[in-house]
Every structure is written in C-alpha cells, then in structure tokens.
C-alpha cells in the first residue's frame, strides 16, 4: 500500500517527505486555495520539485475544452504531474484523451464502484474514492473500497485505487484493509500515526533506567 501526502503546503510536505514514508502528494483546488498569498503555479511547481512520486493537481472546470487545456497545462509542469479529473461525463471524456496521449489521470470524487469502475474504463491511472464523503451520506465507505477492489481485481484494470478523505484516525488502517491501494492522508493524521502514549512511556523507562546508570 502507498501513502500520499493529502495537502497543498509546501513546509508540510517537506516536512513530511524528510520521514522516507511518502509516495506521491494530492492536492486539489480547496487545498490549493488554503495557501493565501501564494501564486498556484508557484506553489505547485514547488510542490512536484520536493515530491519524487506522483503529485495530483485538479482542473477548476467542468467544461471538457477547459479541462483538456488545464491538464496539457499541467501536465507541461513535470514528469511527476497526475491531472485530477472530475468524476462525471466530461471528466470521463478528459481522462481518455489524456490517458491516449499518455498523460496520467486521477478521477476524483468518486463515492461508489459503480462510478470507479467508469474510470477505470476511461483509462484513469487512479481512481479516487472519498472515504468519510461516502459515510456523509449515510454509506459504508468500507464496503465502497472493498467491493471497488474486488471488481477492479476482477476486470483485471491497471487502476489504482487511492482513499481519499480521512478525517478519522480509525479510518486510515480500515481503508488499507478493504484493498485501497493508495491511502492519502492529510499530514495531522501522519503526524498523529506516529503518536502513541505507551510507546513515550516505555522509551521514557529505558531512559530514566540509562540515566541512572550513567549517574552510578
Ligand atoms: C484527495 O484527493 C481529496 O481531494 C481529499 O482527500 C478530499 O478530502 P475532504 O473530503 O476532507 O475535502
């Protein structure tokens, strides 16, 4: 399983890239927006300079022509650009003539395996399933990741998964479990996955016991 790092700010990212455990980055245009004072294509050209792996920026539109003109766009800014594509029809349209010249896809927005199969049809390098959107509207996100998977295995596509939408700790190791291949998380989360209270106790132990003998 990968893990992407789910923000738009360049210090977390660095942050974050300097632990050796992120894959890839996404970002998308509410992300992109939280960074006041800083110019887009600025901050992402940043962005997919720190990032080695894959970095997912969205279009703004849902009009195709517009779509097809922000992903050349994008996709002229790095080897490492994925364009995020909405999930509905002229998303879908978009996805095959990018991923026919070549271009990589993420369709975003996708809350069932009905539409991440659609997709996966398109030729979407990945396909974006929003976890606790799902469960907003009353759905079992774990049974949407789990199914999505087992139909993608069974259609043998090449896309991948990404779980997208983590606003619980819990939610991040269920997500994994149903199949997803990508998780992306936002950086509280990955800072929160390194936290736990008996691990302080017990390195605090072996400390005050190296200290004592330190003192004798
Ligand atoms: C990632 O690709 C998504 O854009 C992001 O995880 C959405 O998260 P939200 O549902 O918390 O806005």
Same mark, same amino acid.
């Given at each position: 399983?990968?893990?992407?790092? *789910?923000?738009?700010?360049?210090?977390?990212?660095?942050?974050?890239?300097?632990? /050796?455990?992120?894959?890839?980055?996404?970002?998308?245009?509410?992300?992109?927006?939280?960074?006041?004072?800083? *110019?887009?294509?600025?901050?992402?050209?940043?962005?997919?300079?720190? #990032?080695?792996?894959?970095?997912?920026?969205?279009?703004?539109?849902? *009009?195709?022509?517009?779509?097809?003109?922000?992903?050349?766009?994008?996709?002229?800014?790095?080897?490492? #650009?994925v364009?995020?594509?909405?999930?509905?029809?002229?998303?879908?349209?978009? @996805? =095959?003539?990018?991923? %026919?010249? /070549?271009i990589k896809t993420?369709?975003? %927005?996708?809350?069932?395996?009905?539409?991440?199969?659609?997709?996966?049809?398109?030729?979407?390098t990945?396909?974006?399933?929003? +976890?606790?959107?799902?469960?907003?509207?009353? +759905?079992?996100?774990?049974?949407?990741?789990? *199914? @999505?998977?087992?139909?993608?295995?069974?259609?043998?596509?090449? @896309?991948?998964?990404?779980? /997208?939408?983590?606003?619980?700790?819990?939610?991040?190791?269920? =997500? /994994?479990? !149903?199949?997803?291949?990508?998780?992306?998380?936002?950086?509280?989360?990955?800072? !929160?996955?390194?936290?736990?209270?008996?691990?302080?106790?017990?390195?605090?132990?072996?400390?005050?016991?190296?200290?004592? +003998?330190?003192?004798?």
């Open positions: 399983m990968e893990i992407f790092i *789910d923000s738009a700010n360049v210090e977390e990212i660095k942050e974050i890239l300097s632990w /050796g455990i992120a894959d890839g980055c996404t970002t998308n245009p509410k992300l992109a927006s939280a960074e006041k004072g800083k *110019d887009f294509e600025t901050n992402t050209k940043e962005i997919l300079k720190l #990032v080695k792996g894959p970095v997912s920026i969205e279009v703004t539109t849902n *009009d195709l022509s517009e779509m097809l003109k922000e992903a050349e766009k994008y996709a002229s800014w790095g080897q490492n #650009v364009v995020k594509l909405p999930m509905g029809v002229a998303g879908l349209k978009a @996805t =095959a003539v990018l991923s %026919a010249k /070549g993420n369709v975003t %927005a996708c809350m069932s395996p009905a539409q991440a199969i659609l997709a996966a049809k398109a030729g979407a990945y396909a974006s399933l929003f +976890y606790s959107r799902i469960g907003d509207m009353g +759905y079992d996100a774990a049974k949407v990741v789990r *199914d @999505t998977a087992d139909l993608f295995a069974r259609s043998h596509v090449k @896309t991948k998964i990404i779980v /997208g939408s983590i606003r619980h700790m819990m939610q991040i190791i269920e =997500a /994994g479990l !149903q199949g997803a291949h990508v998780l992306t998380i936002p950086p509280k989360f990955l800072i !929160q996955m390194t936290q736990n209270p008996k691990t302080d106790e017990s390195i605090a132990e072996f400390l005050e016991a190296w200290s004592a +003998y330190k003192k004798k």
